[in-house]
């Protein structure tokens, strides 16, 4: 059993996928069938009900999903992230300024904010190598950026100070 919790519109879902083709969203349970035509579309039965689907994936937890006409921004997050985005958006409320350190070693590969740059929670703002593989620096707080410690083909260590958002 998997359970995420789907935000549409600033509306908070949840939604438990159950065994044998069934879910329960928001406490009410589905007969649901899903299937695939092509890379992004697909027929979703949900009880005696046909759908046609596409979808687009933006960024790491948000979607943007057209049904049968009418389009849908989504985030789509297990319930342990959406825990962990809650605190953190409780946290940047409480304190003023949020330090952003690196969270390895790793060498910058693109810083993409300037200082004076708005920022929401969440969104990329560093580009990080470490052991081959780049990894998203993303922003604890929303914001604006302001002071970046470091600079593009630097070598980082952990717990170094890459940017402050005020």
């Known amino acids: 059993m998997s359970d995420y919790t789907v935000s549409i519109n600033d509306n908070k879902h ?9 879910v329960e969203l928001n406490g009410d349970n589905y007969e649901v069938e899903l299937s695939q035509l092509s890379n992004f579309s697909y027929l979703l039965k949900v009880n005696d009900n046909v759908y046609q ?3 687009e ?6 979607y943007n999903f057209a049904i049968d006409g009418y389009s849908y921004n989504t985030t789509v997050r ?6 962990a985005n809650e605190y953190l958006q409780n946290k940047a409320k ?3 300024t949020e330090i952003i350190k690196s969270p390895m070693p790793g060498l910058i590969v693109k810083i993409l904010k300037q200082v004076g740059d708005s920022v929401e929670i969440g969104e990329p703002i560093i580009l990080l190598e470490a052991m ?15 002071s970046i410690s470091t600079k593009e083909n630097n070598s980082v260590e952990k717990g170094e100070i890459l940017l402050e958002i005020g």
């Open 53 to 55: 689907v596409t979808s």
């Open 14 to 22: 949840l939604l438990k996928i159950l065994s044998n083709g069934k």
């Open 57 to 62: 994936k933006l960024n790491g937890h948000d």
């Open 132 to 146: 081959k593989m780049e990894n998203e620096i993303r922003a604890s707080a929303s914001g604006i950026i302001k």
């Open 94 to 96: 409480e304190s003023g």
């Open 78 to 83: 297990t319930n342990l992230e959406e825990k």
